[in-house]
């Protein structure tokens, strides 16, 4: 997505800063350039192999310089970005193979040679059936 209007851009700079050991390979953070708005965008490492995807981040605007609710003119304050040094990322990324078993997945080979990938939810699966006791 394009939030508040910002340019398309890749980060190339992110750094994993847990990578969900505790939480059982669940969801993982990291420090990325990243905007609400940005949310089911794609995480990919190094070699490009997606590996994520963006669920949750960082309050993404501080005010500075005064007051920022508007109640006085004479101490109005400014939004600015909220900068965070790459050990205090908390962007959230869901493993992209917790991700993948909810969806069918279709490849279309086109006539032009281009490709496309079409994910359909899958029906939630019914509960597992009570056991009698014995």
Do not use: H
Not at 15 to 26: A, K, R
Not at 96 to 124: A, C, K, N, Y
């Amino acid at each position: 997505g394009f939030p508040d209007g910002l340019p398309a851009k890749v980060e190339d700079g992110g750094t994993v800063t847990d990578t969900g050991s505790l939480n059982g390979y669940e969801f993982f953070t990291a420090s990325t350039d990243s905007f609400g708005g940005n949310s089911g965008s794609g995480v990919f490492d190094e070699s490009g192999t997606m590996i994520g995807v963006l669920v949750s981040g960082a309050t993404d605007y501080v005010c500075i310089g005064g007051r920022c609710d508007g109640q006085d003119a004479s101490d109005e304050g400014c939004y600015v970005v909220n900068e965070l040094p790459n050990s205090a990322g908390r962007e959230g990324m869901t493993y992209v193979d917790r991700i993948v078993p909810l969806f069918s997945v279709t490849l279309d080979s086109g006539s032009t040679g281009s490709e496309t990938i079409t994910l359909t939810p899958l029906p939630p699966s019914s509960p597992p059936s009570p056991s009698l006791p014995p």
